[in-house]
């Protein structure tokens, strides 16, 4: 077990998530009438995917600089966010049963990269290339805002600021994945919670979706409240987080959606 | 000048300065009000901040932060805890003194009774690192400090005690216990891991080979600061110097309360001298560093002259290192000899003391010498008050230990492989002069970095470690047990957990106060909780080393500071009372100081 081997286990689950998720939510049919025209629509959609491939690029370099700049200069809100919501994280814990832990902590790995890819694919096989310029532009926000934030605040999350009462849930139960969360992010950066940005922006696009792809809102809806959930029920976010998270995903989807941001000749 | 003037104009001016005069009689009488009442300020909350490391780095001094937070807001002390990563909290704590109190741990691996000498004399309270960082000053303990050095015996025994005494009494800071080091170890590669991690470091280097085909020792920890600083001088990067301490050799180590050679491989004791007592020290023949450079005695006395003054001389201002400070203050020169032979001047202390001076880590002079310059950044000159050898990574380090480095990545990992021209791996088993002849089972040693203590055990446990660095949380002590192939190693640490104030500003200034808040702290119900059980309570510094009088040992129920409560409960009325005996008044709960 190294990390190579857990991300290809999160690539290979992935995966077969999205085949089942096409299947389902998009039909074989579907699928088959647009596979002779997926590079048409690659091509098409070239610009907002470059947009980001690039906005991932910079954050996995902003984060790495990112974490001494924020020492340098953030400050450090931890016991602010502790004074507000005290003990929450650790209530909800415990009343979180073994086997929710454990399908939480599935969905907080797998879940969430599902959550973030599927709708790319599903924009992608619509006519128009509105909706995957949408999408791709609300993720930027939300990294965009989210780094900014971590540079600006220093907060650990509660198994790290409250071990007496919090259980790092997620590293107990599944040990491995501590592999992957590591080389994504640093344990200082919790605020806002991106998870919830993310998952929250996922669930209104699937709600603007809703019309082409009926069966993906209430999917979408789901496992976007379960990811929320697990930020907390693992330990690892502050019910601040996920409140601004909310609300950055919200935003984030607002900004994406206005119409000043779509070129001319755009179809509705 | 004004008499023969009888202009109204005169006459006007003449009522402006005599209103002028009254006026400003009126101001001083108001100020000298204002004054006074300045002076008697309303009473304020007293708060407290306590700094420590995250529950991911350690997790025994996040718990423990936050039972003192419990504690100290029952009396009435507005406390709150804030985590700060390792080489950021022990840069705002030992470099720049900004915090009120922090939970940290000791920074070696043994204590001895001079140990203390740089923990506490005033002295050092204005330099910056682990010497005094809590900013402490007390004539009674710099006499004591001053004297131990000298003495022996039933004297020294007595010195110590009153020091211990002293220090349990005004508390610069406040012992809390010693851990037990927890470790895991996976037994299909590497045998003999009993006492690996234990008091020497280079009983890492004794393990036996199960495996033919392990060539590597595969180690993982959860403090990433080895991957990407090798100083042995800079406080904020180093926990306990155990991987810095293989890279770098010294004269002699600490071994079961003595000292053994190392690199020095014979010293005497000269008090003939019109200058008072002398260390001379003959070295190992043919030392090297590990970039092929020959070790002489010139390196030997450079490295004195380093810990006294990293910038040797060419700052107006001496510019210490953050570590080793008390034992290289025993050397007051070091004078080379000849090629082999060093002597270093030790007037003001014993035999024993002088000893410990020999357990500094050695510096190359090529590679330190440039060190002493103005440290800058990206070759531009800051004016920065501190030089090279305290901001420098370090990486390549070149010492002459054991192991030598081979790659590092930052946040990642760190490598080192044997160095084969060492003396105990060179030399011939025969020579009876060796302390111990080493013939490490691999070639390399392997330093991963993982997030936490459970990440690490199952990595050992699945096999791709073979044992975790660092001591992890004793709530891993039964995973760990019930693995087939793990081993579960218990070491007696030296190194105390503390809660170490900043005496510089209030409240922590009151000697009183800090007494107070020792009586709020229970040592047992924190070894119990946090620690379940691994952990040994203790109220002096020296616990463990023999050296502690029955008045400072710690004992369940009492103690000379005893805990205001039971069962880690405190009793309100008992503290309140105790409080304001002291001085202090409450308003609704909250603790007020005038």
Same mark, same amino acid.
């Given at each position: ?65 990112? %974490? ?48 973030? %890819? ?22 930027? %926000? ?99 987080? %996920? ?26 | ?13 003449? &009522? ?48 423990? !932060?936050?039972? #003192?937070?419990? +504690?100290?807001?029952?009396?009435? $002390?507005?406390?709150? $805890? ?47 690192? +682990? ?120 004269? =002699? ?13 014979? +010293? ?45 001389? &060419? ?15 025993? $050397? ?31 510096? !190359?002079?090529?590679? +330190? ?64 002069? &060796? =302390? ?17 203590? !459970? ?70 119900? #924190? ?32 103690? $000379? ?34």
């Amino acid at each position: 077990m190294n990390v190579v081997s857990v991300f290809s286990e999160v690539a290979v689950v992935v995966s077969l998530l999205l085949t089942v998720g096409a299947v389902t939510v998009v039909g074989p049919d579907r699928i088959r009438a647009e596979l002779p025209v997926l590079r048409t629509r690659l091509r098409q959609n070239a610009r907002p995917l470059l947009l980001l491939v690039a906005v991932l690029a910079v954050n996995s370099v902003v984060r790495d600089v990112g %974490v001494g700049l924020s020492w340098l200069i953030g400050s450090n809100i931890t016991k602010t966010i502790y004074a507000v919501e005290g003990a929450f994280v650790a209530s909800l814990q415990s009343l979180a049963p073994a086997w929710l832990t454990l399908y939480l902590g599935f969905v907080y790995i797998y879940g969430y990269v599902f959550l973030l %890819v599927f709708p790319l694919v599903l924009t992608l096989l619509l006519g128009t290339t509105r909706y995957l310029r949408e999408t791709a532009f609300a993720y930027a %926000v939300n990294y965009g805002i989210g780094l900014l934030c971590y540079i600006l605040f220093v907060a650990y999350g509660p198994r790290n600021f409250a071990p007496d009462m919090v259980e790092p849930l997620l590293f107990d139960t599944i040990p491995r994945f501590q592999l992957v969360t590591a080389q994504v992010n640093a344990n200082t950066n919790v605020f806002p919670s991106l998870h919830t940005s993310l998952s929250v922006t996922v669930a209104l696009m699937a709600y603007r979706l809703r019309a082409e792809y009926p069966r993906w809102l209430p999917v979408a809806t789901f496992l976007a409240g379960s990811v929320i959930l697990s930020t907390m029920v693992l330990g690892i976010h502050w019910a601040t987080d %996920v409140v601004f998270g909310v609300l950055l995903g919200a935003i984030s989807v607002y900004v994406a959606t206005r119409p000043r941001f779509h070129s001319e000749g755009d179809p509705p | 000048m004004y008499g023969g003037s009888q202009s109204p104009r005169t006459l006007s001016r003449r &009522a402006v300065l005599g209103s002028a005069a009254a006026g400003l009689a009126a101001t001083s009488g108001c100020m000298q009000r204002m004054r006074t009442l300045a002076g008697n300020k309303e009473a304020s909350a007293v708060s407290l901040s306590i700094k420590t490391r995250p529950a991911d780095e350690d997790p025994g001094a996040m718990r423990i !932060a936050r039972e #003192l937070e419990s +504690w100290f807001d029952t009396a009435g $002390v507005d406390t709150t $805890v804030q985590p700060v990563t390792a080489a950021e909290l022990y840069r705002q704590t030992l470099l720049s003194h900004e915090f009120d109190a922090f939970v940290g741990r000791y920074p070696y691996r043994q204590t001895t009774a001079d140990s203390l000498y740089s923990l506490v004399h005033s002295s050092f309270a204005a330099e910056r690192g +682990w010497q005094n960082p809590f900013g402490f000053a007390d004539l009674e303990v710099d006499e004591l400090l001053t004297a131990q050095r000298r003495q022996s015996g039933d004297r020294r025994a007595e010195t110590l005690a009153s020091l211990q005494e002293q220090l349990a009494n005004v508390c610069p800071f406040l012992v809390i216990g010693t851990p037990d080091s927890i470790r895991a170890a996976n037994t299909t590669r590497f045998s003999g891991w009993t006492g690996a991690f234990g008091e020497s470091p280079l009983r890492l280097l004794t393990l036996g080979r199960v495996d033919p085909a392990a060539t590597t020792l595969r180690l993982v920890t959860t403090d990433s600061r080895v991957t990407r600083n090798l100083n042995p001088l800079m406080a904020p990067f180093r926990r306990r110097g155990r991987i810095t301490s293989l890279v770098y050799d010294s004269l =002699a180590r600490q071994y079961h309360r003595g000292v053994v050679p190392l690199a020095g491989v014979d +010293w005497e004791w000269d008090t003939t001298g019109r200058g008072g007592a002398v260390l001379r020290v003959t070295l190992r023949d043919d030392l090297q560093w590990h970039d092929g450079e020959a070790l002489t005695a010139a390196d030997v006395a450079f490295t004195y002259r380093m810990l006294a003054d990293t910038s040797l001389g &060419a700052f107006e201002q001496a510019v210490p290192p953050t570590r080793y400070r008390g034992r290289a203050s025993v $050397v007051t020169e070091a004078t080379v000899v000849d090629e082999r032979t060093v002597e270093l001047a030790c007037p003001d202390c014993s035999r024993a003391v002088a000893e410990r001076a020999l357990t500094v880590p050695l510096l !190359a002079e090529h590679v +330190w010498r440039e060190r002493a310059n103005e440290a800058d950044i990206g070759g531009v000159g800051i004016g920065a008050a501190t030089t090279e050898a305290l901001v420098t990574d370090a990486i390549p380090p070149v010492g002459s230990g054991p192991l030598q480095f081979d790659t590092a990545s930052d946040r990642e990992s760190l490598r080192l492989t044997v160095f084969d021209d060492h003396f105990s791996t060179a030399m011939d088993p025969a020579d009876s002069v &060796a =302390a111990s002849t080493l013939d490490p089972p691999f070639d390399a040693v392997e330093i991963g970095f993982v997030g936490s203590d !459970a990440t690490a055990v199952e990595l050992v446990e699945s096999g791709d470690a073979d044992a975790t660095a660092v001591g992890v949380g004793s709530d891993l002590v039964r995973s760990i047990g019930r693995a087939d192939d793990l081993t579960l190693l218990l070491d007696q640490s030296g190194s105390f957990y503390f809660l170490g104030f900043n005496v510089r500003s209030a409240p922590l200034s009151n000697s009183r106060f800090r007494n107070l808040l020792s009586h709020l702290v229970d040592r047992q119900h #924190l070894v119990d909780t946090v620690f379940d059980g691994y952990a040994t309570p203790a109220v002096s510094p020296l616990s463990g080393t023999g050296l502690v009088p029955e008045t400072v040992q710690w004992v369940p129920g009492g103690t $000379v500071t005893p805990f205001l409560g039971s069962n880690g409960e405190l009793d309100t009325g008992q503290v309140r009372s105790a409080f304001r005996e002291a001085g202090y008044r409450y308003d609704s709960g909250t603790l007020l100081q005038s």
